[in-house]
Nanobody, 127 residues
Framework: VQLQASGGGLVQPGGSLRLSCLAS????????MGWFRQAPGKEREFVAA????????RYVDSVKGRFTISRDNAKNTVYLQMNGLKPEDTAVYYC?????????????????????WGQGTQVTVSS
């Protein structure tokens, strides 16, 4: 599985962005998908995840109510809709695929559990 993230950019506080992650191959629908982010000088942080089947989701507390993860298996794409962006959301955002056929669980928050990673897309929130 190859992943390509896009949709990042510069946005003012309170603004919105939608990130996309396009996957190659016919096995996309069998994988759980996650979004992580990494700010300069900080460790990679879990943001959101969605399971392979019924699309159960999980979020880090800091983005609950502002971010929404979704997937379109027909388009081999997972999305991260980000609303109410804050300066502390500034980071490089990465999509990842892992946990084939697994139900959502706390292990989705561990970046070491993912098998495939996209190249990252920069999100900058600044006035």
């Amino acid at each position: 599985v190859q992943l390509q993230a896009s949709g990042g950019g510069l946005v003012q506080p309170g603004g919105s962005l939608r990130l996309s992650c396009l996957a190659s191959g016919s096995t996309f629908r069998t994988y759980g998908m996650g979004w992580f982010r990494q700010a300069p000088g900080k460790e990679r942080e879990f943001v959101a995840a969605i399971s392979w089947s019924i699309g159960t989701t999980r979020y880090v507390d800091s983005v609950k109510g502002r971010f929404t993860i979704s997937r379109d298996n027909a388009k081999n794409t997972v999305y991260l809709q980000m609303n109410g962006l804050k300066p502390e959301d500034t980071a490089v955002y990465y999509c990842a695929a892992g946990f084939p056929f697994k139900s959502i669980g706390s292990y989705f928050q561990e970046y070491r559990g993912y098998d495939y990673w996209g190249q990252g897309t920069q999100v900058t929130v600044s006035s």
